[in-house]
């Protein structure tokens, strides 16, 4: 045992610390993280609860937005008074108006469209008050959420929300971005 323990705390002592260009260097020093696996990972709660939570803002980045609940719980909390901004691929805007109709008239609700190109906006993310990221496979859809195999992680964590606004800033400000709805 007295071995084992003297090993392990040689190895952790003699660990390589990432080289200072590595991508690992940027990570947060801190990220409370739950991960959650489908199907049947009750996706669609998790996403309820993290939208319901929000007491400022919401930067959504969907590839698919078709799950009337979701955008239903986004428009609750936009007539709350959180500000909530949803980018999606310029390829799904045909599966997606349903659900984008639902809210595109909402106040204090933000839509826009990448331009079709043959590049995918594949994100399946939001940002709830610049505190906690929800990330992961599982597109914003019945199917997603409910049926296939995909991952849902949820990351409490200021840096990890930075780096996904500052993405997020740059899909929002691309000039050939449509706007969707009233504003």
Do not use: C
């Amino acid at each position: 045992m007295k071995g084992s323990v003297i090993a392990t705390a040689a190895a952790l002592a003699v660990a390589p610390t990432p080289p200072a260009n590595s991508p690992f260097t940027q990570e947060p020093s801190y990220a409370a993280v739950r991960v959650f696996y489908g199907p049947h990972g009750d996706f669609e709660s998790v996403d309820r609860r993290l939208i319901a939570s929000a007491r400022k803002s919401i930067d959504m980045a969907a590839y698919v937005l078709t799950d009337q609940a979701l955008t239903s719980a986004l428009g609750q909390a936009a007539m709350r008074g959180v500000q909530v901004r949803v980018y999606i691929d310029g390829e799904e805007s045909g599966r997606a108006s349903g659900a984008i109709d639902q809210i595109s008239a909402t106040p204090n609700v933000q839509l826009r469209r990448k331009a079709k190109s043959r590049d995918l906006m594949h994100l399946k993310s939001y940002a709830v008050d610049g505190r906690v990221l929800r990330t992961g496979s599982a597109n914003f859809s019945v199917s997603g959420e409910e049926y296939q195999d995909n991952d849902l992680v949820v990351i409490e964590s200021p840096q990890a929300v930075g780096k996904f606004r500052d993405m997020f800033e740059r899909l929002w400000a691309r000039g050939d971005n449509q706007r969707i709805g009233a504003r």
